[in-house]
């Protein structure tokens, strides 16, 4: 079993190295940015009383499990969904990692 869990944050364009700034602050060693088309709908936009930007960049980051919450913290401050990010994050655990150094 892995302490490690992935976060995915997805994001309007242009706000991938905001987050990646603000993981890497909180101990994140660095991410991968997926380029992505959001698929809202207008009705949405009223719902929800936001403009809805459909390019999108889905940027994902292995932690250690521990230091997970405060990244959370820290993308929702950063680049949720009340910046001009309009970002929301989540985790998914991870259940086996190779490849990727423990040592700080």
């Known amino acids: 079993m892995s302490n490690f869990e992935v976060i995915l944050c997805i994001i309007n364009a242009g706000f991938s190295e905001d987050a990646m ?28 009383n936001i403009t809805i930007q459909p390019e999108k960049e889905i940027v994902m980051i292995l932690v250690p499990s521990d230091i997970k919450d ?15 990010a309009q970002g929301i994050a989540f985790t998914l655990p991870v259940d086996d990692v190779v490849g990727i150094s423990t040592a700080k």
Do not use: W
């Open 21 to 48: 700034d603000t993981a890497r602050m909180l101990g994140a060693r660095g991410g991968t940015v997926i380029n992505a088309r959001g698929t809202a709908s207008k009705e949405a936009e009223k719902i929800f």
């Open 70 to 84: 405060a990244i959370l913290k820290g993308l929702y401050d950063s680049v949720g969904v009340n910046t001009p």
